[in-house]
């Protein structure tokens, strides 16, 4: 069994039916048994290497059967009977490496023929000249744009083959390959693209593979791969050296580093090797060399003296070397920074009262000294002259002391400068110095009250704290009597009294204001007069509200906030009556401190406004208040609307804007299947609208549809009724019967009556104009010249395409008429008779392989559609030869010139013929010689010496005879029969013996 995968994809090959064998031993009066056609002499089929399939026609008059085939092939059907069958066998790719040839044998089953058919196949291959993979390796400047010679791959193969970039291989876009693919024996040429300027060679690793095409995909240029088994295929090594530019051996970047105390005696070397001279394209200033340009040598990289910067300092060389382009390498230098960094005591702050030592680092290169010392500030020591650049990084330890304690209410600041004495050979000005900000806290004397303190409600005796922060101790110096403190001295640092009213407010109609006194001992012990005023006030009595936004509350919220109302009471209070549609946050009070309560309301579903008393009571003076909450109605507008005569191909959106409390949400209940809205639910905006788009798909159906949509307020629940009609769709499927000539022109017209799309799907030889269309519209239907002998006709549909609405149209066509029937006429040579022939023709029709001796005469070469025939005259020429002549005139129908009448003319030949060719008479012979003369037309007769005497002149002939001769030698003379028309004329010898 042929292995299925490799006969799938072989390459396949239709062979023509060209050939006939036929069988030696069927006798030449019988059908022959079998006959089988084939494409290739000798019966001899040669199959491509890669295998694929092919095809014979055996056509025979009993059962017969393949007996025979080759391992390697395989065949669809094996056996066949009377009649026609064709046969289809299967190659495989010829796997053997050896060229095979094998009998296909087809028999009867019977035992009665058997037939040979050899079967040939070559094996694939793909052979390289250098009989192995390749490697090739180009210079850096060898390319396709420079003019070097392309390396050459020569290859000699019967199959087609690719070239690709093997798995995991470098670039091969870098490489220029002449092509990709082919077919049979080329050669590949192959060059860089370009120069190699990198600091890297160039790699490729690509394969040549045999291929055939893959029958599955149908593409041009889909191929698989030949089985290994079968041909070889080749891996090509390819790589183009970069351009030699080193650094230090390498093409990478260099990097050169120097520390912040290295000079211009400190350097670096590096080795430059280059194919090309070089010069230094760009250096930073900082950096000294001993070249700036050359080819190959050391160059000494050094900076110019120590970095006077803090911050690091960078730059890059730059190498150019002048090749065909410009090459580049970099040499990345840098320097560390001047290090002159303090630590130990970040922001230099003391407490006001901080007089102890505390130390500092300053980490420096050189040497350094402290500038702008404040006269409050003790540091020591304020400068280092023994440091120098030379010496390295030493780290000193200053001590930062405060004089003495900070009194003032505000802080000390200072700004000192840490600076260098010794500064670097390269600067001309110090970058580096250190400003660094010195604070003395000031001396803190605060007092943090309760804020009820400043209005304690009328009826209050409760204690609030007071927090007093002090840098020392204090006291209190004055009280009023109507305020209890619960400490009237304290020492350093943050305390917290408690302050309140020892009675409520005796008088209801004004405020009352009491003042305490704080006083700093450290202060007054120095004879300084510092202190802080507490001030406290008890509220007058108050029993009020407002409530703004009770006033608007709207009908809908998703979430509602709490709506306030604000209440100033001295006294216990409690709510003692409020809308159920509202909730508060609380219900009571005790009057310390003005509240705000908070009524959070439900949703009002309702079409009108709603509103309710909220009344509060001061439980102490038995008091009453009360405000009105209103809520706005909700709005939903319910009415109902009807889109009518929707279009059957509607396209176009339809809107519904509708008023509904602002935010309020909504949803459809129900909506028909044929109607998309563009959402399906949501909220009416802020502004208290709603806009809803629906779209109706097209209406199929042969009647008029009617949706509703229900859309519904799912807060008040209230629907809103939508309603769509949608016109009926319209088709007329009444059958059409058109019927055309056989050389018809005319275009018959078909009014489309349809609301959507519709398309014809008609025969070949049928014209339809348009073939779809959208809508109601004139169709145009015409037809392709029949040129055969039979009618025609066809049937078919006009097609709804919405709906699958057929429309049915039915097309007949009359026949070709032309009369094939032969005629034949005989004339004779000088035959001036007219013969009359008939011509019946549909359409144009042109006498072919008429001879120049016969005259045709017709009054139209074409035809009539309504089968009238022609009469043509025909008439010959004279024929003065003495050939007969005949000829086949052929009447052709120029529109289908398979259609022929052949009309067959003969002549005679004109006849010139007499009885004697010669004659012979005495020396005085009197006999005369009779000549029998048979012409096609009239004839005379002359004698060409006077000796000779022709007499009896007749239509039928004459007579010869001659004079005495009176002489010893024989004499000869002629006598001409001639026809004067043609021409022809016979020759008479007369001869006459001499006296003796």
């Keep these: 069994m042929i292995d299925s995968k490799v006969m799938r994809y072989g390459a396949r090959i239709l062979l023509a039916v060209v050939l006939s064998i036929v069988v030696a031993s069927c006798s030449k009066n019988r059908m022959s048994p079998v006959t089988i056609n084939s494409a290739l002499s000798e019966n001899n089929f040669e199959i491509p290497p890669t295998g694929g399939s092919f095809s014979i026609v055996c056509t025979a008059d009993k059962e017969w059967s393949v007996t025979q085939i080759p391992a390697w092939m395989n065949v669809d059907n094996p056996h066949g009977g009377e009649g026609t069958t064709v046969l289809r066998f299967m190659a495989e790719c010829n796997q053997t490496r050896v060229d095979r040839v094998s009998d296909i044998v087809i028999s009867a089953d019977d035992g009665s023929f058997s037939r040979k058919i050899v079967a040939s196949q070559t094996y694939p291959y793909l052979r390289l000249a250098s009989s192995g993979d390749i490697e090739k390796e180009f210079d850096y400047n060898e390319d396709s744009c420079s003019g070097s010679i392309p390396f050459e791959i020569p290859i000699e193969s019967n199959v087609d083959w690719i070239v690709r970039e093997k798995t995991g291989s470098s670039d091969l876009s870098r490489f220029k390959v002449s092509a990709f693919k082919g077919e049979h024996d080329d050669t590949l040429e192959i060059l860089p693209r370009g120069h190699n300027f990198g600091t890297s060679p160039y790699t490729a690793l690509c394969e040549i593979v045999p291929v055939m095409r893959d029958p599955d995909t149908g593409a041009e240029d889909a191929f698989i791969d030949i089985p290994d088994e079968a041909a070889d295929s080749y891996t090509v090594y390819l790589s183009q050296d970069n351009f030699l530019f080193l650094l230090n051996g390498s093409p990478d970047e260099f990097q050169v580093k120097f520390s ?102 300053l980490s420096t290169t050189g040497g350094w000294e402290i500038l702008d010392v404040p006269d409050w500030l003790e540091m020591d020591p304020v400068s280092c002259l023994q440091t120098t650049p030379e010496s390295g990084i030493t780290d000193h330890e200053i001590s930062v002391r405060m004089k003495d304690e900070n009194l003032d209410f505000e802080p000390r600041i200072s700004e000192i400068v840490f600076s260098r004495i010794e500064k670097p050979y390269n600067v001309s000005e110090d970058p580096l110095d250190i400003k660094q900000a010195v604070v003395h806290d000031a001396f803190m004397f605060d007092l943090e009250p309760s804020p009820v303190l400043s209005r304690i409600p009328t009826f209050n005796t409760l204690a609030y704290p007071v927090v007093v922060r002090c840098s020392g101790g204090w006291e209190i110096e004055s009280l009023s009597d109507w305020v209890s403190v619960s400490e009237m001295s304290g020492e350093k640092g943050e305390n917290t009294l408690m302050v309140s009213a020892l009675t409520a407010n005796p008088d209801l109609e004004s ?82 401190e003005d509240v705000d309560i908070m009524f959070t309301p439900n949703n009002n579903t309702s079409l009108s406004p709603r509103s309710g008393v909220v009344r509060l009571k001061d439980v102490y003076m038995e008091k009453e208040i009360s405000v009105t909450a209103v809520q706005d109605a909700f709005v939903f507008d319910a009415s109902d609307r009807v889109f009518r005569d929707i279009p059957v191909m509607n396209d176009v959106s339809y809107q519904v804007q509708f008023d509904m409390t602002a935010e309020a949400p909504w949803k459809l209940t129900s909506y028909p299947s044929w109607i998309m809205p563009a959402v399906t639910e949501g909220h009416a905006s802020a502004s208290g609208t709603v806009l809803v788009s629906f779209l109706p798909e097209p209406n199929p159906e042969e009647r008029q549809r009617t949706g509703v949509i229900i859309l519904e307020s799912t807060v008040s629940g209230t629907d809103k009724r939508i309603e769509f009609i949608q016109n009926p769709y ?267």
């Design 730 to 996: 319209e088709f007329d499927d009444s059958r059409v019967d058109l019927h055309f000539t056989e050389l018809s022109d005319i275009s018959e017209r078909i009014e489309v009556e349809c609301s959507g799309p519709w398309t014809v799907d008609a025969p070949s030889w049928v014209i339809v104009n348009p073939s779809r269309g959208t809508g109601s519209q004139n169709v145009y239907v015409s037809v392709d010249h029949n040129t055969v002998l039979q009618s025609r006709e066809a049937s078919f549909t006009l097609l709804s395409t919405l709906n699958g609405l057929t429309r049915e149209i039915n097309i007949e066509q009359d026949p070709y008429e032309f009369d094939m029937s032969a005629e034949s006429f005989e004339f004779t040579a000088l035959d001036n008779e007219k013969v009359e022939f008939d011509v019946l023709c549909s359409g144009s029709w042109k006498a072919e392989r008429v001879p120049s001796w016969v005259s045709l005469v017709a009054s139209d070469y074409g035809g009539s559609e309504d089968g009238e025939t022609e009469a043509v005259s025909l008439s010959v020429s004279d024929n003065l030869t003495e050939s007969n002549r005949e000829a086949v005139i052929v009447v052709r129908s120029e529109d289908n010139r398979s259609l022929v009448k052949n009309i067959s003319v003969s002549q005679e030949r004109f006849v010139m013929d007499v009885s004697v060719s010669s004659c012979e008479f005495r020396a005085n012979d009197k006999k005369s010689v009779s000549v029998s003369v048979t012409c096609s037309d009239d004839w005379t007769v002359s004698a060409a010496d006077s000796w000779v005497n022709v007499t009896g002149i007749t239509g039928l002939g004459f007579r010869i005879s001659v004079d005495e001769n009176r002489q010893e030698t024989e004499r000869s003379s002629t006598v001409i029969v001639k026809n004067a028309r043609s021409g022809i004329s016979k020759a008479i010898r007369v001869v006459q013996e001499g006296v003796e």
């Design 260 to 361: 912040e105390l290295d000079n211009m005696e400190s350097s670096v070397d590096v080795t430059v090797e280059s194919e090309c001279p070089w010069a230094v394209a760009d250096a930073p200033d900082w950096v000294r060399m001993n070249y700036d340009a050359g080819q190959m040598l050391t160059l000494s990289i050094s900076p110019d003296g120590v970095n006077p910067m803090s911050e690091v300092r960078s730059g890059v060389i730059v190498l150019r070397a002048d090749a065909e382009e410009p090459v580049e390498r970099e040499i990345n230098v840098s320097q560390n920074g001047y290090l002159f960094e303090l630590s130990g005591f970040q922001e230099l702050s003391f407490a006001c009262d901080d007089t102890t030592r505390h130390i500092v680092t």
């Design 511 to 592: 405020d009352r204001i009491a003042s305490v006194e704080f006083v700093s001992l450290r202060h007054k012990a120095l004879g300084i007069d510092a202190r802080r005023t507490l001030e406290i006030t008890q509220r007058q009595y108050v029993f009020e509200i407002s409530a703004p936004e009770l006033e608007e509350i709207p009908a809908y919220k998703t979430e509602f906030p709490g709506y306030a109302a604000n209440l100033q009471c001295s006294a216990e209070w409690e709510l003692l009556e409020w809308p159920d549609w509202l909730t508060p946050d609380i219900v009571s009070g005790d009057g310390m």
